[in-house]
């Protein structure tokens, strides 16, 4: 049998009509759940709505039931595992991290719906339920994984700070505060709640060497942030690089303009452009606006209203061009007839490929001469070439 | 009918000094509307200068109402909106968001101005009034939309611990607790006080375990800060060099020097220069000052005041070359006379562009010599280049 | 006598079975003696198992003296000291940093260990035992050492603007709040609380004047911050690349792959790699999986699980390109046989590797061809240069 | 007359010993001073040492009033003021920021010193005094001037939000808890204590809606941090890049190794390197450690201290590069005998440089072979040319 269909349904990154239905309510019931959990936690609504809120939470788990039934049957539809027997792929994909995850919030959710205890459980768990349908969450969650050795060393170097805190603040303060500074333990309560710049208040060092230490820790704090603040932010420079990096080099394929770049300059003009995608009727540029980059288009069909002509193009042609080698305002509003996948590319490095791709600057002058010749008075030549000339 | 010159005098960006007078007015009223809406929730404020009050806001309501009707007046001159009837440009500007938001600072100030609940809304509707003169801040926003998956799936990750240290919160302390920690939504309070190291001390947990859930916790919000800091740095130093990039480039243009640098080159010079704007008399360098960078005028004109007599230099004219030649501290103050924009090259950047590029090195050195060969004892050869021939 | 099997064991990076043992016994005793100090500053625990807590006292104690002495004992083995007489060699390790501290860790834990005032200490001293195990925090001590002299500038700062504060503070409310702001000193605190963000709220103005003051304190601690967190990135950034180049160097010259590469390229290329470590058993990708980087064997063996037969590579040969030149999910799961160390090499700098270096790109599209030839339908040439051929 | 010797001792940038010593009185006398203004604030220190106290400020203002005495008289020594009169020089520093803050630290001080009002800001003031000597906080101020308009945007921001967050928190908040919440100016100390996370928790939501309030207003204070992070970030970076190259751009033309790279490649060679002082008697390097840079002497001298022999280099020459070369420890320990600027080469700079300059790597690998030939066995070629030729 083919499951195709029904995995193409369940598939996070799916433009099916059906799967974008499906995400709706999958979002809808698991935020509808979470609300149900909380509820039940607050007396009064417990005591005034309990009926209405096990009947919600009967929906909610059933959705989730429902929904890991349908992943178990579709498993074998999954890509690369199509030459697998049913029975296997299904099985590899139940005792998968995502196969456990989604039984851990279907079956157990109404297992014991009818103990609070347990089911207080259910907000945080059906909250991750998200996290699927997030690819940003898992280039973070990359980032942190790739970093997790450095972040690792702060933590350790945290903790022997925190011990050492603590430890001297039990000598400072024992004696004037035996209440809250009467052990180590104790002690650091206070330590991670001012070394993160926390400070509840609830303990306060009150002699003046506990103040001192107290400062110090302060500032000490402030390190660690920094210390981690500078570890992520380089960890998630390289992975948005990788990110981007590996969408744009598929869709270059699909422009016929950059097969005249050679191979040896294709990686790095994947690196220049931007993929960016609109929904059908999105207004990807105004007229009258500045223009600030030029599209080529990877996937999709847009609508160029010209004042007296509209004009399509689809998938592997470019436009925008025009206000960049001008300066001009954008001459023509243009709009996305279909999903349309784009590549953006930004004046700055427009201007730097066509000063080192001479071949392509003949192309695109070309083509925005034959385009807009009449409609654009001013001379199409490149700034930087016309400049060269007129000197 | 020609709203050109009313156009000019409302445009953020102008330099007319009709423009600037109404910038300031405009500024003044909004500070004083906002601290008359900030005095007027204060009662005895209220009570013994109402009256005073009431004038104050009826005057800055009418500001804004007599500028919403000028803007629409003289929305037909906007660039790109000339050749539209003049009726058409008003109901777009009318209906663009500066426009809808200029009417709700306006209309319905006075409006409602005697119902005090609205009126207090006015304080920070007028402070946004601000937002228009800021290209910063224009900048800042396009960094948050340009990462706003990012933030978003911190954001989602953030929400997930958040409910996760909750439930947990609520297990642990609602016995210890129950006033503060007794159901999920009131732990949510406690648990997002302490992840953003707020840490008011109105919520505490008191059981040994809820206090090693909340240190967690704390740290878990240092990783927020520093993947939310990763993030917009990134973001950040993309924008700034598009900022930049974009205002060289016209720039360039205007300076014959930089005709000789060919086509190839003239992408990567714009990302070298850095534009700076200087007021009428704003002196530019002092004389007896290290030299740090050198400056081609794009626009505007400078006195350069030499110990015997002034000279002046126009738009196109470079200067401030000696002393990165000669290592000497400058030789001359260099005043502008007018408001002037030049482009500064760092020292670092100098060295480089002339090592790279033996043509402009030859005319610097030649105009050096030709304007200082006098004054200046030290051979003006560039030093490395001195170097290499002493070898 | 050859102390060197005693100095591998001891050695922190030695792979050895007999030092894992040691480094796992090391940790568990150094957390079992940090948690035994903590638990005798708590009373009722004192009081009950005061007895228990003494002995697990000794015997933590008792092991790092025995460490002290096995280090001595084997520092003639140390690399660098072997030509140095043995009594030469030891008391040079004595008195060296990490000498003295083991020394302070073992001796004195002993003599004090019956009271309970210096005991307290060995707490936060045992912690720091974890250091020499942690390179991570021997890169970040690096990252703090090099821009000492930026941070201890940010210090003077903060110095300068805390003293500022808490003399304003002073003035403005000494007599509203005699108490807390009665002399420079106790506004101090105040003004370290606010400025770190850390807010106690044991010390909170009254006046407007010192809450505006406090406005101001709050909104330049961020500065601090953010200052701070600049510096270490950069700082951070640099140790990075510094490093990982380090490691690879080495990496690289046991890979007969790059020798072709020219010694021109060699140092680019070590900056692409990235080295991984993989112990016996662990999984290095799995079939289906996208692939997102190639590996070459530095050290070890790995083993291919291709659908009818296993492969073995060893150190020298390379794998994973396939994925990379086809863009399909990986066709073989690899798993390391022994310890390995493998350099990857990102999809991103693949690409333009080969595009820069044909010479590679023929080898690896050789192997690839010769490899998997028969099982893979699609053509294997790159798509960079497949785009080429087709224009 | 000459006031170049006195000029000296004053100059924060003199190695003089007379200068050090005044540098010390001065820093002394400064803390001793701060110490002293903190003191009479504490009114039972004020009321046993008053006498005492009174002395010690006399003291220290007339040091200031010295200092400033004789800042005036070397005036004319200043760079760059030798040409003019006496007098103008004089006047010129005292209408100086530099010379008007010295007055300020100085006159007054005596003057009002009997007003504690006053004296109090003493403090501070004198705090100030250190900025002269701190290069490094130049450094920054610049950045942070140079990234004015962006950290002003942020600042824009930040109010209005404020004054968001604040209008609708009294909107909210004034029923339940009208002390705290009656006014917009008292719901705005609420706001800012949240934004910038500091919490003091004076001021605390209570209903349900200003605390999802509080929430969204605790998370927007780290977008606050994280923007300010990311520009300065990125403007220290650049600062960092400019004050290094500077520096090292002086020292290379000292030393003759260089004069072979050619004019074209002088300036990123100046970007590799990092000057370090190093004082008399300081070790550069030592027997056994892993080699990790090599060094070019700018200005001193060094002793290598081989097994066998002592070797003095000057000038000029450099040290270092045998473990870069082999791999090996450092086979000499290396002590400056005077007062020493290096210029280092970093690991992974050195074998990029001479990968790319063979010129200069024959010139090293001679130098290496003929100083260490006899001492280290393995052969000397660079690794990178060694693969290359045994492949």
């Known amino acids: 049998m083919d499951y195709r269909p029904l995995y193409r349904v369940l598939d996070p990154e799916s433009h099916d009509p059906a799967a974008r239905i499906f995400r709706v309510v999958h979002h809808v019931l698991a935020a509808f759940g979470i609300a149900i959990v909380l509820a039940e936690t607050m007396e009064p609504v417990q005591a005034d709505y309990g009926a209405e809120l096990a009947a919600g939470f009967y929906v909610v788990g059933g959705f989730f039931i429902a929904e890991y039934l349908l992943r178990l049957i579709a498993a074998p539809s999954k890509p690369g595992h199509e030459h697998l027997p049913a029975w296997r792929a299904r099985a590899l994909w139940a005792v998968s991290p995502g196969g456990i995850f989604d039984l851990v919030c279907a079956l157990p959710g109404v297992l014991f719906m009818t103990e609070h205890y347990w089911a207080s459980f259910f907000g945080f768990i059906w909250a991750s339920k998200y996290v699927r349908y997030s690819p940003g969450l898992a280039s973070l969650g990359r980032v942190v994984r790739n970093e997790r050795q450095s972040l690792f060393s702060v933590l350790l170097g945290f903790g022997i700070v925190l011990l050492t805190a603590a430890s001297i603040a039990y000598l400072l ?128 069909e847009v609508e160029i209203q010209l004042p007296g002509q509209n004009v399509y193009l689809i998938s592997g042609q470019f436009f925008g061009e025009v206000a960049l080698l001008t300066g001009a305002p954008r001459n023509a509003t243009v709009v996305a007839t279909q999903p349309s996948t784009l590549l953006s590319l930004d004046i700055v490095d427009f201007h730097e490929l066509l000063a080192r791709q001479p071949e392509l600057a003949r192309i695109i002058h070309e083509e925005a001469q034959h385009r807009h010749g009449e409609t654009a008075p001013r001379p199409l030549a490149e700034p930087a070439l016309a400049i060269d000339e007129s000197a």
Chains 1, 2, 3, 4 share one sequence.
Request: one cysteine or more.
């Open 173 to 300: 303060e024992r004696e004037a505060n035996p209440a809250v500074f009467g052990s180590i333990p104790a002690a650091l309560w206070w330590a991670i709640v001012t070394l993160t710049t926390t400070g509840y208040g609830d303990v306060v060092p009150s002699t003046v060497a506990g103040r001192i230490l107290g400062g110090s820790v302060m500032t000490g704090g402030i390190l660690v942030f920094a210390l981690w603040s500078g570890i992520l932010a380089n960890g998630y420079a390289q992975e948005l690089r990788r990110r981007e990096f590996l969408r744009t080099w598929e869709l270059v394929a699909k422009v016929p303009f950059f097969h005249n770049i050679g191979a040896s300059l294709i990686a790095e003009v994947a690196r220049l452009l931007r993929p960016r995608d609109y929904p059908a009727g999105a207004v990807v540029m105004r007229r009258g606006q500045p223009g600030d980059c030029m599209y080529f288009i990877a996937d999709g």
